[in-house]
């Protein structure tokens, strides 16, 4: 289920993490060449994804697959 991105915030590991506004959250993670996501790493780049969507597997649990989208 699509989610709203409203906050960002780092886990014990310093990796970032999405706040959705279900109140779960979901793992970001800039991991080249697996996961490419260099925006994660700026301000700039998660301010400018506040408001934009992930899909929520925790919404969804009739759904399989990773958990990461
Ligand atoms: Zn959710």
Same mark, same amino acid.
């Given at each position: ?12 590991? $310093?990796? &970032? #993490?999405?706040?959705? +506004? ?14 490419? $996501?260099? &925006? #994660?790493?700026?301000? +700039? ?25």
């Amino acid at each position: 289920m699509d989610r709203r991105i409203v906050g960002f915030h780092q886990d014990d590991e $310093r990796h &970032w #993490v999405a706040d959705l +506004e279900c109140g779960h959250t979901q793992h970001v993670r800039h991991e080249p060449p697996w996961m490419n $996501r260099p &925006w #994660v790493v700026t301000a +700039e780049g998660r301010a400018s994804r506040l408001g934009t969507v992930l899909n929520c597997p925790k919404c969804d649990p009739d759904r399989t697959g990773p958990v990461e989208s």
